[in-house]
């Protein structure tokens, strides 16, 4: 079986949630899967203001890509960056 590959920013608070999430995943199939660092668009402006960005979901577009485009398994990251009207 290949390993998964586990998405998520670099801010430490996605790097803790993410490896979480891989020794759960570990412990549940005996995979190793592997962490995938992934810089979005929020990470590179991070001395900008998000309300001055104006851009909903810079902290998950890039995540989503790497989705679609089966860079990344599955993706970890807080809700608190998700926007609530998800497109379909």
């Known amino acids: 079986m290949k390993t998964l590959r586990i998405g998520t920013r670099g801010s430490l608070l996605a790097k803790w949630q993410a ?9 549940a199939t005996g995979i190793e899967p592997e962490i995938v660092i992934i810089k979005t668009a929020g990470d590179k402006m991070l ?23 089966e860079a990344i398994d599955l993706a970890v990251h807080s809700v608190k960056d998700i926007p609530t009207d998800i497109p379909s």
């Open 19 to 27: 490896e979480s999430i891989r020794k759960r995943l570990f412990a």
């Open 47 to 69: 001395h900008a203001p998000v309300a001055q960005i104006g851009t909903k979901g810079i902290f998950i577009k890039e995540l989503e890509e790497a989705l679609l485009e």
